[in-house]
Structure formats: structure tokens, C-alpha cells
């Protein structure tokens, strides 16, 4: 069997490698545009910052290692122009050379990728002006920090990779602002949670400034301004980290079915509508695991994933593929973040009755050297009890917390089937109650009505309004607020009724949570939790 392969980055080189391990007498060919592959795309802002120190390390192997490793033919700086369905030919275009060639195939695997979507805006070829997607990039703007000096800069773009070059150049001492045309940062998070990250940068150093779009690049020769639909900032570089678009082009009067953002349609075994034709990785549109409806995740993890699957289909097996759960997860300065599955505001949109709860908890023995604490936004449905997301910020591991909400979510469990999961303990590892044990407990007390709460969402909206602010931390920390020691509640506490309502208040909800299961036993019926105390939100004495 003779499969054609056009593209060579994660999906293209995983789906290579596959078939050649499933069938060694299948004969395998990459046609990649590019003059590598197998490049590490997600390590480029870590390049940028120095952690990655030789560029070597972004390429995880050159077309010629990977060649004798795996017997796949490797075509460098290949263009491919037409496909001819009816004939299974392929034409391409060597981008050396000038010179067309037409290849055949049995079956044919497009993994042709994505690139940087390139704003119709002045000054877009202006000196310094990078993009984030391939080793070059990065080598590039490296090379201009270390040489000639950057102090100001600005990225447009607040994702994941946005967010990482941010970090990174802002370890090199540049004065980052980050600018993003939609309404919040990190789109796939709840507002309220990409809200306490935006802080947590701020405090840091990096400026994000969201419903803000970039209008022009301004310059004589090099960056010297950036004008925003707010006002004009000034930069010595800009990073470009605002979308990829798919690389489907070539795909346009072939038939392939293209979704409304040029991804294309593939089915469960990642099929196009030509059952000889697959497609994986960037340029394919795949489905979402919960919702089961279209959802595109350029991530590299799904792409691997989605080649050794097309691989293994080629080969003869039938495999289906669930879909992604839009898993993610990133390191900021002192804050790791990360999600799973549905935001909240997805999951309403999708018809399911949504419930959270944000819990702050340990994240390894308190008393262990480096202890800090999880920030963490659960969502199941509110019927069926089944965990729907996750998302998470810390120092600590948060990816441990969104993989095991994974899991959860990939095998479609309620939170009762995972309560008492037996997971792993030690002091310098996690709590003698897992973190996302704690975090499930906390969800289900609420469900059943024994934890009574705002979230703070709810608080922002102006739910307490008419409340009365209790400070139940250790000791009083929220000015204008009655403080109430728990350890003093032996009974109904003075100066206030049964059916006062009370909001309570503490650093992250669990001593809130145990003085308004005290007060309720001593008849108080209008006690409401703030979710994630003060950690989390900012009170208003």
C-alpha cells in the first residue's frame, strides 16, 4: 500500500511513524512545505526565555534521522498544489527546483497544519514584528533580544501561547502589555477565572488590556508604536499571537468537505468525505467529547493522538475517535493554569443545568517546605451529577488536577464514581485528601444543599446585597466586617438573629464552610459561603 502524507509537524511524522510500525512493506511519504518537521512547536516561547537553551532542542528529529528511523520517505520544501481525487494523484511543487511532480496514492493522510493569521493592518512588515509558530520565529526573535535589545513589547494575542511568550520575555526584563480583541484572556476559561489570572499578571508585570484590537503597526523602518482601538503604546517589538487558520488552500476545488473555518470534516475514524482521504492535526475539524458536536483543537497532543488513530485505521483496524476535551494547561510567572472539558458558560450553552463551585485547597501537606494552594473551578450537571470541567491555577502541579479530571470526564463519571478515588499521598506530593477529592466533596455539599454559597460570579452581580459581611478567617483580616471566632460558637452568637442573613467570609471557604454548619445547628437559616474567600475575590467591606 503506497500513503502520500502532506505535512510533517506532530500529525503528519506520528501517523508516519505508526504505519510503518503497523506494516513495514507499506510504502510512506511526507510532502511538507517546510524545510524541517517534527519541530517542537510548543516549546518555542521556552526557546524565547532561555530555558531552552540551543535551538537544536526544538527539533525533535531532521527529515533525515527520521527517514532511517522509521523508513518513511521524507520530501522537504514540497508544496502540494492539486489533488486529483479520481486519479489518487497528488501534484506538487519543489520549491528548490520549480519543478512539479505528480505522486499516487492508495491512501492519502492530510496533516498540512496551520499558520499564523496575518492581520490586514499598516506596518505589518515592519523590523520587529514576529510571529510564534515555527523554530525560526523564535530563533528570530531571540536573536533580536540578545542582540540589539528589546524593552518595550507587545503581544497581541491572549491564549495559551500568548500568554507563554508574555512570560517568557517578561523573565528577560522587557515590559510586556498583552492586547486581545476579545473580552476576557485565555478563551475556554470562565470570565470570573481568567479575571483572577489577569490580576495575578498584572501584579507581575505583564498589562493585559482585553476588548482592545490592534489597528496598525507604526514605524519608520522597526517597531516604534503599536495603535490600539484604545490608544497608541509604545513598543520596540510585537509579537503577532492572534489565530492560526488552517492550511487548506490546496483542498479547495477538490471536493473535501471544508467546515466554516476552512478545518476540514472528518468523521469518527477521520475520514474526510473521500473514504481514502483522511485528515488529522491543525487543519482538521474533529468533535467535542462531551457535546459531540464539531470542535476544532490545534493542539499537539490531539494531533499525535488523532495520527496513530488514522494510522491504525489505514492499516485495517476500525477505530473511532471520542473528540477533545479542549485539555490545556500553562506556566505564568509564580501561576500554573490549566482546564478540561466545559467551561460553565459552555456548558449552559450546550442545554446542560450547570453547577460550580470554586474550592481553594492545599496542594501538598501545609506544613511541607513550598506548600501553596489550588485555585479550582469544577462544573458537573446538576441532574446527572456528571463532571462536565475543570479548571485550575496554582504554583503547584494543576496539571495532575485537570489529567485527573480528564480521566474523569473521558470515562464519563459522576462525581459519587469519583469521591473516593484511591490517589496518591505524601506530604511533599499532595493532601492526605487529594486536592481534587477535596474539590469534589466541596461540590457534592452544595448540590445537596449542606453547603449553602455565592459564587463569585454571583457576588459580583450583587446577590449578597443585604447580607451582612462575617469575617470568619483565623483571625479578623476584612476591615468594616464583624469578626466571629468559630471555635467561640457554642450557641446562638449575640447580637445576631436566626434569620439574619449572614454572609461569611474567610481566606479560602473552609473555615466559612465549618462556621456556617456550627451556625446552622444552633437554628441560623440565612447563612451564605462566599466561594474562594479572599484568595480568590476582592471584598468590599
Known sequence: MKVLIIGGVAAGTKAAAKLKRENQGYEVQILTKSAEISYAGCGLPYYVGSIIEDKEELIVNTPESFAKQTGVMVSTETEVTHIDR?????????????????????????????????????????????????????I???????????????????????????????SKGVRVSVIDMADQILPGFDTEFAAYIENHLADHGIMSFTGTRLEAILGTDTVEKVQTSRRAMKADAVILSIGIRANTEFLA??????????????????????????????????????????????????????????????????????????????????LNVGKTGLSEAAAI??????????????????????????????????????????????????????????????????????????????????TAIHPFSSTVNI????????????TPVEYQEGKAEGYRLIDASITPQIDGARYIDLSSV????????????????????????????????????????????????????
Not at 87 to 112: C, G, R
Request: proline share 4%; charged share 20%; with cysteine.
Open 86 to 138: 479520481s486519479e489518487k494523484t497528488v501534484t506538487a511543487l519543489n520549491l528548490k527546483t520549480k519543478e512539479s511532480t505528480v505522486y499516487s496514492y492508495d491512501k492519502l493522510i492530510v496533516a498540512s497544519g496551520a499558520s499564523p493569521v496575518i492581520p490586514p493592518i499598516d506596518g505589518i512588515h515592519l523590523k520587529n514584528v514576529f510571529y510564534m509558530r515555527t523554530p525560526e520565529d523564535a
Open 140 to 170: 528570530s526573535l531571540r536573536e533580536t533580544l540578545e542582540t540589539t535589545g528589546i524593552k518595550r513589547a507587545v503581544i497581541a494575542g491572549a491564549g495559551f501561547i500568548g500568554l507563554e511568550v508574555a512570560e517568557n520575555l517578561a
Open 253 to 334: 476545488d477538490t471536493g473535501i468537505e471544508l467546515m466554516p473555518n476552512r478545518t476540514v470534516k472528518v468523521n469518527e475514524h477521520l475520514q474526510t468525505n473521500d473514504q481514502d482521504i483522511y485528515a488529522i492535526g491543525d487543519c482538521a475539524c474533529v468533535i467535542n467529547a462531551i457535546t459531540k458536536e464539531p470542535a476544532w483543537s490545534p493542539m499537539g497532543s490531539s494531533a499525535n493522538i488523532e495520527g496513530r488513530i488514522a494510522a491504525k485505521n489505514i492499516g485495517g483496524k476500525n477505530l473511532s475517535y471520542n473528540g477533545v476535551l479542549g485539555t490545556g494547561v500553562c506556566k505564568l510567572p509564580e
Open 349 to 430: 450553552a450546550a442545554g446542560f443545568d450547570a453547577v460550580s463551585v470554586i474550592s481553594v485547597v492545599d496542594d501538598k501537606a501545609h506544613y511541607y517546605p513550598g506548600a501553596s494552594a489550588f485555585i479550582v473551578k469544577m462544573i458537573a450537571d446538576k441532574k446527572t451529577h456528571k463532571l462536565l470541567g475543570l479548571q485550575a491555577a496554582g504554583k503547584g502541579a494543576v496539571d495532575k488536577m485537570v489529567d485527573i479530571a480528564a480521566a474523569a470526564i473521558s470515562l464519563h463519571a459522576a462525581l459519587e464514581d469519583v469521591e473516593n478515588m484511591d490517589l496518591a499521598y505524601a506530604p511533599p506530593f499532595s
Open 443 to 454: 461540590l457534592l455539599n452544595k448540590l445537596s444543599g449542606e453547603f449553602e454559597t455565592f
Open 490 to 541: 457554642n450557641g446562638p452568637v449575640p447580637e445576631l438573629n436566626t434569620d439574619d442573613k449572614l454572609l461569611l467570609v474567610c481566606s479560602k471557604g473552609k473555615r466559612a464552610y465549618m462556621l456556617q454548619n456550627r451556625m446552622k445547628y444552633y437554628g441560623y437559616t440565612n447563612t451564605r459561603v462566599l466561594e474562594g474567600g479572599t484568595a480568590f475575590n476582592e471584598i468590599e467591606g
